[in-house]
């Protein structure tokens, strides 16, 4: 993996996969920000989204990984953002094509609903594909410019 900063998020449902997925990044050599939740407590998703956007926003990681219980919730707060693109990822094929296709900036998975080794691939392949751009970045650009937030 290229060196790179990345942010770590979770509300408690994906607290465990967030603890293994920090010290599979770190022992990749990555740098990562661990913007919480740290213990077991009943929490807030959309909290842990908004301090991931704030993050992002502020150049403190180059991108970011978000989980939840299932990932939909938390996918859909991050995405109330105008600057990510998260992306609720369950296979290696979706984190390939959300970052060729999608340049997504946020991977989100779902703590309880995938397996740690699956997640370890999962993250691996999203932080090592490039954006091909070309066609993909005039649809990537709309999004950028689509909606109110």
Known sequence: ????????????????????????????G????????NDGQSVDYPDFADAMASALKGGKAERGILMCGTGIGISIAANRHKHVRA?????????RMCRQHNDANVLVLGGRTMGPEVAKEVVDIFLNTEFEGGRHARRVAKLADSGER
């Open 30 to 37: 990555l740098t990562v920000i661990d913007l919480g939740t």
């Open 1 to 28: 993996m290229k060196s790179q900063t990345i942010a770590l998020a979770s509300d408690h449902g994906g607290l465990e996969m967030k603890a293994l997925l920090k010290q599979h990044l770190e022992g990749a």
């Open 87 to 95: 992306a609720l990822v369950h296979d290696s094929y979706g984190a």
